[in-house]
C-alpha cells in the first residue's frame, strides 16, 4: 500500500522537523514542509498531498485557519491544525468545532496518528457520501418529473401522467380546481398545512422550492416524500399568467440518504456502533462532565480471548456469527443508555454514562465475563469465550475521547497479559 502524503506547515524549523521524522516512522510520506501560508497553498496545488497538518497561528499576512479553509475549500484536501494549548483556549469554537479537527502541542506518536487517520476517514467518508449524492442526483435527473400547471388565480390547467401517477388524481377530475384543493403537501417537519404554493409564487413573482422536510398526501392518502420547485410562469412581456409545480417522488433518495448516514456510523457485521460513532458519543459525555461536576462515565476496551483459534478452525462464517451473537450479549448487559461499540475485528468499546464510580464499571465487566462464558450453539458446534477488558473513568478529567480510549486500551493489555478473562482498571 502506497504511503500517503502529508504537507506540515509549521513555521518553527525544530518542531517541524520533528513531526516529519515521526510521520515517516508512523509511515507516512512527508511530501513538503513549508513555514508560511502563501507557500503551503502553493505547494498543495503542486504536490497534491491527502492531508496537511498545519499551525493554527502561522506568521505572515495570512493565519493557518485562513489557510486551511483555502485548502479545504478550493482543493478538497483535509486538514489537521496544530495548536498550543494556550492558543487552543483563546480561540474562536467555531475554528476548532469540527471533532477530530486540531492537536494540542504537545502531542504524542499515537495521538498524532489517531488524529491523521480520523481526518483521512472522515474526508474518505464525506467523498463517498458526496459522491453518492451525486449519484443518486443523476438517476433523479435522469428520470421524468412530476408537472402542474396552474392559471393566474391557482387553478390547475395542466397535470401530466407522472404527476397523475404519482398525486393518484387523473386531469379529467382536477382541470379547473384550485391547486390546494387537489396537492395536499404537509411540512413533517413543521407538522403544519403548506398553503396554496400556486398564488405564493405568484404573488411572490419569484420561484420558491419545495421545504426539506415536504409531504405529498395523494387522493388515496398514502404519504410521498416529494422533492423540487414551484416557478412562476411569466408571457412575452413579463406579465406573471399562472405557475408551474415541478415535483418528483423522492422517498428512495431519502432512503439512500437515511441508510448512508447509518453505514457511516454503525458497523455492517453486528449493526452496532463502529468507532467513529463511539468516539462522538465519547466527545460529548466528556463535554457533560465539563458541565456537571456530578457527572461519572467509564470506557470498557473488550477484546475477545481466543477469537483468532474459533476463526482458524471453523472458518470465517462461523466467526462471523460469533461476532454478531457476542454483540447482542453485551448489548444484553448493559442499559439502554449506555453504548456498545465494535471498534474493529474483535474489539468492543463501551461507554458507561451517568455512573456513581467504579464499581458500577467493575461489575459491568463481571457481569460481561459471566455472559460470554455461557456457550453458544452456532451451526452445531458449542462455543463460548471470554474477554480481557481493560476499564477508565473521568475521575482523571480527560479532555479529548483519544486519550480516554488509549488509556482503557493500555489496561486491556495489562489484563491479557494477566492472564486473560479479567479486567483492569486503568493507573498511570
Known amino acids: 500500500m502506497f504511503a500517503r502524503k502529508i504537507l506540515v506547515v509549521e513555521d518553527e524549523k525544530n518542531l517541524a522537523l520533528n513531526i516529519r521524522k515521526s510521520l515517516q516512522k508512523l509511515g507516512y510520506s512527508v511530501s513538503e514542509i513549508t513555514k508560511s501560508g502563501e507557500e503551503a497553498i502553493k505547494k498543495v496545488a503542486e504536490t497534491h498531498p491527502h492531508l496537511v497538518l498545519i499551525d493554527i497561528c502561522l506568521a505572515g499576512e495570512i493565519d493557518g485557519v485562513q489557510v486551511a479553509d483555502i485548502i479545504q475549500n478550493h482543493f478538497n484536501v483535509p486538514v489537521v491544525y496544530l495548536t498550543e494549548a494556550s492558543e487552543h483556549k483563546t480561540l474562536h469554537k467555531n475554528q476548532l468545532s469540527d471533532p477530530f479537527s486540531y492537536i494540542v502541542k504537545p502531542f504524542i506518536e499515537s495521538d498524532l496518528h489517531f488524529a491523521i487517520e480520523m481526518a483521512l476517514y472522515r474526508h474518505q467518508s464525506k467523498k463517498i457520501l458526496h459522491e453518492e449524492k451525486q449519484r443518486l442526483a ?190 447482542k450479549r453485551l448489548e444484553s448487559c448493559l442499559r439502554s443508555g449506555d453504548t456498545v461499540a465494535r471498534y474493529g475485528g474483535d474489539e468492543f468499546t463501551i461507554l458507561l454514562e451517568d455512573i456513581k464510580d467504579i464499581t458500577d464499571a467493575t461489575n459491568v465487566a463481571k457481569r460481561i465475563q459471566d455472559s460470554l462464558r455461557l456457550p453458544l450453539n452456532l451451526n452445531g458446534h458449542q462455543l463460548s469465550t471470554t474477554a480481557s477488558i481493560g476499564i477508565t473513568w473521568n475521575f482523571s478529567n480527560y479532555e479529548e475521547p483519544a486519550t480516554m480510549l488509549r488509556d482503557a486500551d493500555i489496561a486491556m493489555y495489562r489484563a491479557k497479559r494477566q492472564g486473560k478473562a479479567t479486567y483492569t482498571i486503568f493507573s498511570n
Request: aromatic residues 6%; proline residues 2%; contains cysteine.
Open 138 to 327: 443523476a438517476i433523479i435527473n435522469s428520470m421524468g418529473c412530476a408537472v402542474i400547471v396552474t392559471c393566474e388565480n391557482g387553478c390547475i390547467q395542466m397535470m401530466n401522467p407522472i404527476a397523475e401517477r404519482i398525486t393518484g388524481w387523473k386531469q379529467s377530475e382536477v382541470f379547473g380546481k384550485d391547486l390546494v384543493e387537489v396537492i395536499n403537501l404537509v411540512d413533517k417537519h413543521l407538522g403544519e398545512t403548506i398553503e396554496n404554493l400556486a398564488t405564493s409564487v405568484i404573488e411572490a413573482g419569484e420561484l420558491i422550492n419545495l421545504p426539506e422536510n415536504c409531504i405529498l398526501i395523494t387522493k388515496d392518502g398514502e404519504e410521498i416524500a416529494i422533492g423540487d420547485n414551484v416557478a412562476p410562469i411569466r408571457d412575452q412581456n413579463g406579465n406573471i399568467s399562472g405557475a408551474v409545480l415541478v415535483f418528483q417522488d423522492i422517498t428512495k433518495r431519502k432512503q439512500a440518504e437515511a441508510q448512508l448516514i447509518h453505514n457511516a456510523f454503525y458497523d455492517g457485521l453486528t449493526a452496532l456502533p463502529n468507532r467513529v460513532l463511539f468516539l462522538d458519543r465519547l466527545k460529548q459525555a466528556i463535554e457533560r462532565s465539563k458541565r456537571r461536576s456530578d457527572y461519572y462515565f467509564a470506557v470498557l476496551f473488550l477484546d475477545l480471548d481466543g477469537f483468532k483459534e474459533i476463526n482458524d478452525r471453523f472458518g470465517h462464517g462461523v466467526g462471523d456469527d460469533f461476532l454478531v451473537a457476542i454483540a
